[in-house]
Each structure stands twice: as C-alpha cells, then as structure tokens.
C-alpha cells in the first residue's frame, strides 16, 4: 500500500482501500446473511460454539472454584 499510495493524498487512499474491504469482508458477510436466513444452521452454529466454549473453560473455572474453595457438584 504505501509503494502505491505512498505520498498521495488521503483522498486518493480511501476509495482505494473501500474497496478492498469490500472484496475482503465479502466471504463474510456472504456468510453472515446465510446465517441470518437460516434460522436452524444459526441455532446449530452457536449450539456447538457453546460448547466448545464450555470444555475450553472448564480447567478454568475448576482452578477458580478451588482456589476459592467452593464445592462443584
């Protein structure tokens, strides 16, 4: 970016650099506006991001209850 734009005005910069954000983020929000409309595939993406979020969690919360000596059933 800066061997092309280097020395040129902010001006020139932006539209350049809008566009490429474009074509970047356009895999995601393709993504993203599936997600949206498919009410189950999000349910099913969340579901496992929770649980996955759970085991990852574990040793940690385990480590915080016994330094806080409480019990966990």
Do not use: W
Request: glycine share 10%.
């Amino acid at each position: 970016m800066l061997s092309e734009f280097g020395g040129l005005g902010f001006g020139q910069f932006k539209p350049a650099l809008g566009e490429l954000l474009v074509t970047k983020l356009a895999p995601i929000n393709a993504r993203f506006v599936a997600l949206c409309t498919d009410q189950s595939a999000l349910d099913a993406v969340l579901r496992d991001g929770a649980a996955r979020a759970r085991e990852m969690a574990k040793p940690t919360l385990a480590a915080a209850y016994a330094a806080l000596g409480l019990l966990r059933h």
